[in-house]
């Protein structure tokens, strides 16, 4: 039994000692209310502060000030709502870790914040190793639709250009480098042929303001498969292509 | 905060029925929380801030913004904390304060506290005081009327007051605007829960800052307020751009909310006085500054970094075609795209212009500053640049880059490299419209146009060094109508070739002796004064006597006769303080009655009392008087 107090605008539970509080206007307001009712402090107590959902989630990574560190290195609050997703759906930390940590390999900082404002509007689909999967289309004849000959993108192939070489002012919406999207920019890109490609996010250059953030600049990727019917990509870990 | 109520109040037959009362209820609380204030997070920052500040000067605060990971904005001071009694007594009464005899405290309306009922209906105080650590919740009830709930009470060494707001699902960044207002906390707040860099003021002294913004504003104590120079009927240009002046707590009346200053008359005199000295010492310091500089561009990289360098910074290329949006003016074929200026820089006219060519040469531009001008756009910018060049090339109190001379050997003299437009169409109208097609020698407005930097003023000097300056304000067309009629009259005084120089202010050479450059001038006009004692005021007379100053340059042959209307103005010429070298000083009253008093000691009191008007003060001094005589 811990004191509490429910008004229509805010919820506060003192609970351990500590004064947790949210407004009407968090997501979880509504569970929440109903789960103090119920009695069921715990579960109430970590939908109202996530830092304590998170911090016996994501072991190796440090939960401090309302703020997440890996390594000393602050994390986005971008990613709070991936990690909580990752965690109700019951995927190891292990791939996010992977994950956050090819993001701060990531050598521009121009470049690490454009990934911050990529993951707090998109949905990220990973694999085990922490790299993201994006989509491509190409023409028929797996070909590059842009210059329509430069590069082959033949499943298994890795394709790569020097980091230098790609445009990495993300207000420059069509330029240099190799480009791959999410599933809502498919329909913006032409070509005949949908391929699902794998990026480390150390590679990624660029995030171009145009689309939602749905597009994306790099200088590394590899062909994983040919998809025929393409699906939007959850926050999820995906361990084997479909 | 001192905050005085003393109304003068006297009657004389009046029967009073009642007092006005304040109702307690639920309205009358919303009215003095969430309707009170327009920018409701900010103000709750600012007032929180303000308490833990006024309880604790010594430790820094601790805030933290809210978080995806931790909803909620919370503040925690080291003061002494708050009793249960004083919880009860003074937290939870509007309008009650125990700061309103003190000056030192931010605080004393009594409203702060409660402004997070503001944005939600319940928050949560933990009150670390004499070893008991109590918690309380103040919340809303359903009638609207605020109760106080203690929640728990621990055994805690800690002192102070930690205060956690349930933040409404507003973006961080919010929060972290508002906390421009505690830029100048000392101690300097701990912010957590995001990066937080407060500023560092370019310059700072004991009445003023200066910090990089293009506004200006006013600390009252610690509390920055920005500050509209309009209602102070004081001209933006006027004020060095982020000029911020510190004003002690309660010299500056501000809102019951807090979140403005109110314009009223004692305010706006002080600001005004505080501006005024600030600007005045800016001013000394920068002309400090220059002064020490051997060249012009080192004292142009003075006022560059010393008040421009909160204007703009572009490095375009040179000769850059611009053109205009709706939002931006810009370069390169992609409004999002390149070196963008603010719409707000470019006045009406240029906007319509649509699209013009920046120019300017960077080449030119000398390697101080690689600021750009526009044509006339930023004309108020170059003004007040040129006015502090000029100030100190010329001695002139205005400035200018055009020179008229009928003998360019000052500027020789000077060091000061010129380019002569000499091919000035004299009576001709300059665009005829027949002659359009006509093959023509270079015009001065073509060289005008090829000018590096866009001449604002010009300065006509002749041989003697009569100088007259004017603005050129709106076109390179009316400039070189200006220069024509100028030339004009000039060669109706003169058989003498007249050659209009440009000097623009990208000179490189040693300008240290310049300001001995008219030496004759300043003979005749300390010889003239001589002549003719006639009483020099602070005020400026054209039809008086400089009206007969400038007769007598024309009669000794030094200058031409000018029409009436076309007066020049002699700013550069400090005429008072000439007077003060060429005038015999004035008969010393005040030290011939002192030494009298001396001698007759019952004059001394006389001297308040014959400024006395009522009949009995009158009645003793000729009494006194009789005494004596």
């Known amino acids: 039994m811990y004191p509490y107090l429910i008004t229509s605008n805010t919820v506060t539970l003192i609970y351990q000692g500590e004064t947790l509080t949210v407004t009407s206007t968090h997501p ?17 107590a970590t939908k109202m502060r996530p830092a304590l959902a998170i911090s016996s989630y994501a072991e190796g990574m440090e939960i401090r000030d309302g703020s997440i560190y890996l390594d000393g ?10 990690i909580l997703t990752m965690k109700e759906r019951g995927f190891d930390i292990a791939p996010l870790l992977a994950f956050l940590q090819k993001v701060l390999d990531n050598p521009s900082m121009r470049s690490r914040n454009q990934i911050w404002r990529f993951v707090s509007t998109n949905n990220i689909a990973i694999t085990p190793e922490g790299n993201l999967l994006f989509y491509k289309r190409v023409k028929d004849d797996y070909y590059d639709i842009h210059t329509g000959g430069t590069f082959q993108y033949k499943v298994g192939n890795t394709i790569a250009m020097p980091r230098h070489d790609v445009d990495d002012d993300p207000e420059s919406t069509c330029s240099h480098g190799l480009h791959v999207c999410s599933y809502e920019y498919l329909k913006s890109f032409g070509g005949q042929r949908t391929l699902l490609c794998e990026v480390n996010p150390a590679d990624i250059v660029s995030v171009p303001i145009d689309y939602q953030n749905t597009k994306v600049r790099v200088c590394c990727l590899t ?4 998809v025929a019917n393409p699906q939007p990509l959850d926050t999820s870990v995906y361990d084997k292509p479909f | 905060m001192l905050i005085e109520i003393n109304n003068t109040h006297q009657s004389q037959g009046l029967q009073k029925i009642c007092d006005f009362h304040i109702e307690t209820n639920g309205i009358m609380v919303k009215a003095l929380t969430s309707r009170l204030y327009s920018n409701p997070i900010s103000s709750i920052v600012r007032e929180l801030a303000s308490n833990a500040l006024d309880a604790c000067r010594t430790h820094p605060m601790e805030i933290r913004l809210p978080t995806p990971l931790a909803p909620s904005f919370s503040i925690r001071d080291h003061g002494p904390g ?50 008991v650590a109590t918690t309380y919740i103040a919340s809303i009830a359903a009638n609207g009327m605020p109760a106080l709930h203690q929640v728990s009470s621990d055994p805690n060494n800690e002192t102070g007051l ?19 207002q505690l830029d100048y906390f000392q101690p300097q707040p701990v912010i957590r829960g995001i990066q937080y860099d407060f500023p560092t003021p ?7 800052l200066i910090v990089k913004s293009d506004d200006i504003g006013v600390l009252v104590g610690p509390v920055f307020y920005p500050v509209d120079p309009a209602k102070l009927g004081i001209s933006y240009y006027d004020i060095p751009k982020g000029m911020v002046v510190k004003c002690p707590i309660g010299t500056i009346e501000v809102t019951a909310s807090r979140e403005e200053v109110v314009y009223s008359p004692a305010t706006i005199s002080v600001l005004k006085g505080k501006f005024a000295h600030g600007r005045q010492h800016y001013r000394e310091i920068t002309l400090d500054l220059i002064s020490k500089c051997r060249t012009a561009p080192e004292a142009w990289r003075v006022l560059a970094s010393a008040i421009f360098d909160t204007l703009y910074n572009f490095t375009t290329p040179s000769g850059t075609t611009f053109k205009i949006s709706n939002t931006a003016l810009y370069y390169g074929d992609d409004p999002t795209y390149g070196g963008n200026v603010g719409i707000a820089e470019l006045d009406s006219r240029s906007r319509r212009r649509k699209r013009w060519v920046l120019n300017w040469a960077k080449s030119n531009c000398i390697e101080a500053s690689d600021h750009c001008y526009f044509l006339d756009d930023t004309r108020r910018w170059q003004e007040r640049v040129q006015k502090h060049f000029a100030h100190t090339i010329l001695g002139s109190q205005r400035g200018g880059d055009i020179l008229l001379f009928q003998d360019p050997t000052i500027l020789d003299d000077a060091g000061i490299p010129y380019t002569k437009v000499s091919s000035i169409p004299t009576d001709k109208p300059l665009r005829n419209p027949s002659q359009r097609k006509a093959p023509r020698t270079l015009s001065a407005r073509n060289k005008l146009t090829r000018m590096d930097a866009a001449p604002t003023h010009f300065i006509r000097v002749d041989a003697d060094g009569n100088a007259a300056h004017r603005d050129i304000t709106t076109s390179v067309k009316l400039t070189c109508d200006i220069l024509c009629r100028m030339e004009k009259r000039i060669s109706q005084y003169t058989s003498q070739p007249t050659e209009i120089c440009v000097v623009t202010p990208t000179c490189k050479t040693d300008i240290s002796n310049l300001p001995n450059a008219f030496p004759e001038w300043r003979t005749i006009a300390l010889q003239f004064i ?35 209307n076309s007066m020049p103005e002699y700013h550069h010429l400090d005429i008072v303080s000439l007077a003060a070298d060429a005038l015999p000083p004035k008969p010393d009253y005040e030290g011939k009655f002192r030494a009298l008093c001396t001698q007759h000691p019952w ?7 014959l400024n006395a008007t009522d009949s009995a003060s009158i009645k003793r001094v000729l009494e006194t008087l009789f005494n004596h005589y």
Not at chain 2, 162 to 180: D, F, M, R, Y
Not at chain 2, 548 to 559: E, N, P, R, S, T
Request: glycine share 8%; net charge negative; charged share 25%.
């Open chain 2, 603 to 609: 004059l001394e009191p006389m001297e308040s009392a």
């Open chain 1, 28 to 44: 979880t307001f509504e569970e929440v209310c109903d789960l103090i009712r119920k009695g069921e402090w715990d579960t109430a």
């Open chain 2, 82 to 131: 708050l009793s249960p009694q004083q919880m009860s007594e003074v937290f939870t009464r509007f309008g009650a304060s125990t700061k309103r005899g003190d000056n030192n405290q931010i605080g004393g309306f009594g409203l702060g506290a409660k402004s997070p009922f503001a944005i939600v209906n319940s928050y949560a105080i933990t009150s670390y005081h004499q070893g």
């Open chain 2, 202 to 208: 370019f310059h700072d002294t004991p009445d003023y």
């Open chain 2, 530 to 564: 001589r002549d003719n004692p006639l009483e020099v005021t602070r005020r400026w007379d054209h039809h008086g006597y400089f009206t007969k100053f400038h007769q007598a340059l024309v009669d000794l042959g030094k200058m031409p006769a000018f029409h009436r």
């Open chain 1, 73 to 82: 290195e602050e994390i986005d609050h971008g990613m709070v709502p991936h």
């Open chain 1, 223 to 226: 062909v994983k498969q040919e």
């Open chain 2, 162 to 180: 930690h205060i956690e707001v349930p933040a409404p699902n507003t973006s961080t960044l919010e929060w972290k605007k508002a906390l421009s």
